[in-house]
């Protein structure tokens, strides 16, 4: 079945603790995009990455990093979490030829205490 | 940039009743136009699109027609479903600052259907 698994789907975590947000894909996408969401704000851009060793700042990436060492996997690293990146995080996949066309995560629900 | 600017929710409706959701935007050249769904705990997911003016795009009994002349992109069902309750995103695609494509989404419409 082709999907996008994210883990974990809840996390809460205390202000500069650091934490991965895995990301991984099984439809061979080249395209990959992590968005969070929160009321009133709809969706924003984070991050998003072309290819291997390809990434690239979104809309709003400060507080954030991202790696992009093998094509199924994107992970989301917060170095040094802080309240305000409370938030329900998405991860997205699109082929390189429709890249807005997108597949996407569950979602992780992230709280930053 | 390119930007969407959604109707405010929350909408409840009975079931069978006529939906639309008011979709517009703003936009340099031609944008492609989507309408994603949100299901309850869920991700996002393709419910329709349209590439060009005077498209329909449609699915699951939804549509959707790209005006050019006034800039929308209104999601409309005949008869809803409770099925159908999730908030709905209407998106278009735009150009990142490193030439590649993305989605800007609106804020989202939440639909909540009432047998």
């Known amino acids: 079945e082709a999907q996008v698994t994210q883990n974990p789907r809840y996390l809460i975590t205390v202000t500069g603790k650091k934490l991965t947000v895995t990301c991984s894909q099984n439809?061979?996408?080249?395209?990959m995009s992590w968005y969070r969401q929160d009321p009133g704000l709809g969706l924003r851009q984070i991050y998003y990455?072309?290819?291997?060793?390809?990434?690239d700042k979104g809309d709003v990436p400060e507080g954030y990093k991202v790696s992009r060492k093998e094509k199924r996997n994107f992970p989301l690293i917060l170095e040094s979490p802080s309240p305000n990146q409370t938030s329900l995080y998405f991860c997205?996949?699109?082929?390189?030829?429709?890249?807005?066309?997108?597949?996407f995560g569950a979602g992780t629900r992230l709280s930053v205490l | 940039g390119n930007s969407v600017t959604q109707m405010e929710g929350p909408v409840t409706l009975s079931e069978e009743a006529f939906l639309t959701i008011n979709c517009t935007y703003t936009?340099?050249?031609?944008?492609?136009l989507f309408w994603y769904v949100q299901y309850p705990g869920e991700g996002l997911q393709l419910l329709l699109k349209?590439?060009?003016?005077?498209d329909k795009g449609s699915n699951k009994g939804f549509e959707a027609t790209y005006r050019k002349e006034t800039t929308s992109f209104h999601l409309e069902k005949g008869s809803v479903q409770v099925s159908d309750s999730a908030v709905y995103f209407c998106?278009?695609?735009?150009?990142?600052?490193?030439?590649?494509?993305?989605?800007?989404f609106g804020k989202g419409t939440k639909l909540t259907v009432n047998p």
């Open positions: 998106a278009l695609s735009d150009r990142t600052q490193g030439g590649s494509e993305k989605l800007v």
């Open positions: 349209a590439t060009k003016a005077d």
């Open positions: 997205a996949s699109s082929d390189r030829g429709r890249k807005n066309i997108q597949y």
């Open positions: 439809m061979n996408h080249e395209y």
């Open positions: 990455s072309m290819n291997v060793e390809v990434t």
């Open positions: 936009a340099t050249g031609y944008p492609s």
